[in-house]
């Protein structure tokens, strides 16, 4: 088992083995299975000082292909946190029941609307997958293909003679290219194709017997497969063509006639295109990248689309990877115009294509590691004669930039919660769909776009969505007016009554979908459970109704201040509710929080501390309940339980003012009120208006007895 953490690097450990004076960028310590990371670099430049000095032997390249699979692999190996991975599977276990459905079954606004179904092999595999193990089958899969890229990568610099520690290096980068995108989904198949396709094109020209068995049967078959599996194959045959056209205006064999270019270069290109037709959809899988990639509402509502360029800081690391990248393809395409002017076209095109969109930023990069080490004079690192001094440098310098990828990316998965195995916390409705499959319910709900995939995995076909992230199936119209629904536009709640909507899965704020504050407070509809992340509403109509007299929320809101508690004869309904959703929800920051904030309204201290002290332990992130669970035990009379908790306050958020009120009022109460003096006036230092100047004023009244 390998466990990452993270924290300070020891650069003057690393400036022993490589001349470091300060590192470009902050990278943190992380431990494998108890090694530290400066251990990792020690023992690494100790076991490569004691080896022949060529930089390329058989012993280096295992070592850094070792490296580079443990590396790959282990960036692979995260949560689930995809939304479509789950309509994806949905439509693998139909397949194989029904056969290849050319209409939508899963939504009730797109109802039998022409659906291109171009990842339907995929699809298959990946629920095959997921039958056979679950979950972690998934996830495994996904570490598997992110070790398999990285070592194709390798195997291509190896056959080119590059350096292995060039070629694991430009692997891991492609790895990290590849990595906040690797999911379990048929593009995963995509990355894996387009690789092959580039280890055939990119490499130096083969005999005659094995250019015609890779050009006419294995590429071939590479598209035909591709074609049944994603239709990113359509960036593969571009690739293709580029690499035909040039060989046959510019031939590598002078002399050679058009009819033998025709023959090897053409005549294989024109049999792989065609192949490609030979699918369940035919020539309309042609023209779906260019609908999804040419509809200006697709590709804002698709977040994969997005330009690199506009990103937002919880993305530096798309950015990062995008900018660096375009470094590198610059040169590359610099030092390939001359011998191979079609690799540095084919680079410089899916460069453009990865400023437009995020996603294209994972093609860019396994482009520009083929095409990098396919540089003819990469070869000749090798025949450098180097002091052995400068070549352990290099070697130890290779592998500081590969862990450094790893830090970074490990990093960025533990900021964004893909870490370890399951489900990203948050990322799908399951809680709510549990909830209406206990319940029974059947009919349409109202869903944001990236929950459909799951509320379909879940429950089709007793219920169907609004929509998901099929877009092309809903049509430009139909996601603009989703756009108006879960904003909450004007007479939105109509609109619901004439599309026949019974149900609305939402999201908790700040998450899109102001459609619940609607739903909230129309006596038309009742909420009826809820959870850290998501509220269910159900319409009060014949079939519904039994569900809303045994689930509904009559008093609790958790969207308004207090849980929607504002008056006191409705507490003790408003306890019940709440004991009640905690009993749906034990293990819920919401439930818990909720059932405090009765405690504490029912002048039951100790416990309203017990239920705050759980939900924060639940969800770390309300750090404001530290000050509220020292206030209850302020009030139950548990001085020195309070003070601890005031105390853990005053660490997580030093300039709060209300605190040191708080702290003022604990020791005023012991009768110390040197010490509520002195907290008042820490008070005052940071809210020099707020309550604690009068407050002050009453204190210093008093002991003068004015």
């Known amino acids: 088992m390998i466990i990452v953490t993270v924290s300070k690097v020891n650069w003057g450990l690393l400036s022993r083995h490589i001349n470091l004076t300060s590192p470009l960028i902050h990278i943190q310590q992380f431990r494998l299975t108890g090694t530290n990371f400066s251990d990792i670099v020690d023992m690494m430049a100790q076991a490569l000082s004691k080896t022949d000095p060529d930089t390329n032997s058989r012993l280096i390249s295992y070592i850094f292909l070792a490296l580079l699979l443990i590396l790959a692999f282990v960036i692979g190996f995260t949560k689930i946190n995809d939304h479509d991975i789950w309509w994806h599977l949905k439509t693998g276990e139909i397949i194989l029941q029904s056969g290849i459905p050319h209409a939508d079954i899963f939504s009730f606004t797109a109802l039998g609307n022409h659906w291109v179904t171009h990842e339907w092999l995929a699809e298959v595999i990946i629920y095959l997958i997921y039958k056979m193990g679950g979950l972690t089958a998934l996830i495994f899969f996904t570490a598997t293909v992110s070790a398999l890229m990285a070592f194709l990568v390798f195997e291509f610099g190896k056959r080119r003679g590059a350096p292995a520690y060039l070629s694991a290096a430009l692997s891991l980068f492609m790895v990290a290219g590849l990595s906040y995108m690797m999911f379990p989904r048929p593009h995963a198949f995509g990355f894996i194709f387009l690789a092959l396709l580039a280890f055939f094109l990119f490499k130096s020209p083969s005999s005659p017997k094995a250019r015609k068995f890779e050009r006419w049967l294995i590429i071939p078959l590479i598209f035909w497969i591709w074609a049944n599996m994603h239709a990113g194959f359509i960036l593969g045959l571009g690739v293709y063509w580029v690499v035909v056209a040039r060989e046959f205006i510019l031939p590598e064999l002078k002399g050679e006639s058009s009819g033998i270019r025709f023959k090897f270069s053409i005549a294989p290109a024109l049999l792989a295109t065609l192949l490609c037709l030979v699918n369940p959809n035919g020539i309309a899988i042609f023209l779906y990248p260019f609908q999804i990639s040419g509809t200006s509402t697709f590709k804002s509502t698709i977040a994969e689309w997005v330009s690199p360029i506009y990103l937002g800081r919880a993305e530096w690391l798309a950015q990062m990877l995008f900018y660096i990248a375009t470094a590198l393809g610059l040169l590359a395409t610099i030092l390939h115009i001359k011998k191979r002017p079609d690799i540095s076209i084919i680079i410089v095109v899916v460069e453009l294509l990865a400023c437009f969109a995020r996603r294209n930023i994972q093609n860019f990069v396994i482009i520009l590691a083929f095409g990098f080490l396919a540089i003819s004079s990469i070869p000749k690192l090798k025949q450098l004669q180097l002091i052995r ?35 990203q916390q948050g990322l799908a409705p399951i809680g709510a769909a549990n909830f209406l499959n206990k319940v029974g319910f059947e009919g349409n709900i109202v869903n944001v776009l990236g929950d459909g995939g799951y509320l379909i995995w879940a429950g089709y076909p007793r219920w169907k969505v609004f929509v998901d992230g099929r877009l092309d199936v809903y049509g430009e119209e139909q996601i603009k007016n989703y756009r108006l629904v879960v ?22 704020p700040p998450g899109i979908g102001e459609l619940r504050n609607f739903l909230s407070t129309d006596s038309r509809w009742s909420l009826v459970y809820f959870d850290d992340y998501y509220l269910v509403y159900l319409r009060r109509n014949q079939a519904n109704q039994n569900i809303v007299n045994q689930w509904g929320y009559n008093v609790i809101n958790p969207l308004q201040s207090g849980y929607g508690y504002n008056d006191r004869l409705k507490l003790e309904a408003f306890n019940n509710e709440a004991q009640r959703n905690l009993s749906i929800n034990p293990e819920s920051g919401l439930a818990n929080s909720i059932c405090g904030y009765s405690s504490q309204n029912r002048e039951q201290y100790l416990p309203a501390a017990k239920f705050y002290k759980k939900a924060l332990e639940i969800k770390p992130a309300l750090i404001d309940l530290n000050l509220t669970i020292g206030e209850m035990y302020s009030m139950a009379g548990a001085f020195d339980s309070a003070m601890t908790w005031y105390d853990r306050t005053i660490k997580i958020t030093p300039e709060n003012p209300q605190v040191y009120i708080d702290i003022a009022y604990l020791h005023a109460r012991r009768n110390d009120m040197v010490k509520a003096e002195f907290y008042l006036n820490e008070a005052l230092k940071r809210d020099p208006k707020g309550p604690a100047r009068e407050l002050l004023r009453q204190l210093l009244a008093s002991k003068t007895g004015r």
């Open 487 to 508: 904003g909450g536009a004007p007479g939105v709640l109509d609109l619901l009554d004439q599309i026949n909507a019974v149900a609305a899965v939402l999201p908790m």
């Open 389 to 423: 001094t400068a070549q352990r440098a290099i070697l130890v310098a290779a592998a500081i930039w590969m862990i450094a990828w790893f830090a970074l990316i490990r990093d960025y998965q533990a900021d964004h919660d893909f870490l370890g195995t399951g489900i």
